[in-house]
């Protein structure tokens, strides 16, 4: 991956401004106590694969994938990487990006659905490699694509708290997760890492405002039903390959993507005292090119104020949008004093929602 190791955080040029402690999420303004990212990075695994070779797997084509999901290529870790691997890899760019000492760290938040082992956490198995001593650490599992956003919004709360440097990691190795002979879901897939350091620093972009929510009675139409207490593993259900078995009512993830995605946009917007206009690029979770439209036209904007790369790596779950962030950043596209709106989706069915002041 290109990475500038001369760019310290990211640039930050608003005034700041002093107000009381009831101004804190005015638009415009800044808080008295800001709460910024302070480092973004991505981990990459090398191996790009096309629509072309899943056809070697199931019934499908180019074609059919690019039309239907805007998928070109996806990126498939390699036998000997595991979660872990890539989380450590997104984990010291991010660290490296803020100009940071793993020391500098005060508590790991890691979002994933591929998780290293089945306990421990991943957070566990990152710590002991990064070399941060004994801090807290924990994963967010389960909470599928909305898992990085939503683990933005707990680390904005535990830095407001209690002053906590804390380093976020959004990362999946779904194409082990997925059963390579069902073409309903695996064409759909990539692994990839993403993380940031969220802290107190007034030099920092800033996080302005953050939302998250679940509907609990959603949570049938995404995930992985068997292998925990509900459907135990057991030799006959692993060789129908059920452990592993990503179930997905495609359509109904489908509207509940849209309309989750487009409400969570309004209710940050809302809770940081901005409309939509006010906004530079909207940067949502990379499912599918259909979603990302339905969501841009939801929102009224034009094509250029939505941020899209599924076509590169597919629907990556929870690393999905810090590597579209990261990207979108590499890519010149946010300028210094730019409001970035991120928003995701996923199984649970979670929403999550952020917004950030470069
Ligand atoms: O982060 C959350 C993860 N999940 C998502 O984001 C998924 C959201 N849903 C979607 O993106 C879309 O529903 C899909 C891309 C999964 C499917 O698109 P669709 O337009 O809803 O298609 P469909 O499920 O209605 O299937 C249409 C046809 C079916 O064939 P029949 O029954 O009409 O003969 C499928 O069997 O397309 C078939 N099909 C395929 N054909 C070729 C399904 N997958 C494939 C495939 N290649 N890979």
Known sequence: MPYNPNRKGIPHTRAVTHQGEDEVDQPGTRSPHPIGLLGLGVYLPERVMTNDEWTEYVDTSDEWIVTRTGIHTRRIAGDEESTADLALAAARAALADGAFEPADIDE????????????????????????????????????????????????????????????????????????????????????????????????????????????????????????????????????????????????????EAVSRMSAASHQVLEKAGVSIDDVALVVPHQANLRILDAVRKRLNLPDERVFVNVHKYGNTGSASVPLALWEARDQGRIKPGDLVLLTAFGAGFHWAAALLRF
């Not at 998780?115 to 002991?128: H, S």
């Not at 993403?194 to 009675?217: L, N, R, W, Y």
Request: glycine share 12%.
């Open 108 to 255: 790991i938040v890691l979002a994933t659905d591929t998780p290293e082992v089945f306990i421990p956490d991943t957070a566990a198995y990152v710590q002991t490699r990064l070399g941060v001593g004994h801090i807290p650490c924990y994963d967010l599992g389960g909470s599928g694509c909305a898992g990085f956003v939503l683990a933005l919004d707990i680390a904005r709360s535990r830095a407001l708290a209690d002053g906590r440097r804390v380093l976020v990691i959004g990362v999946e190795l779904l194409t082990r997760l997925m059963d390579w002979e069902d073409r309903n879901t695996c064409v759909l897939f990539g692994d990839a890492a993403g993380a940031a350091v969220v802290g107190p620093d007034p030099g920092a972009v800033e996080i302005v405002a953050a939302t998250a929510g679940t509907d609990g009675s959603k949570s049938h139409i995404l995930g992985v039903e068997a292998g925990g207490t509900r459907v135990p593993t057991t030799v006959e259900r692993v060789e129908q390959g059920l452990h592993k078995h990503v179930v997905m009512r495609g359509r109904e993830v489908f509207r």
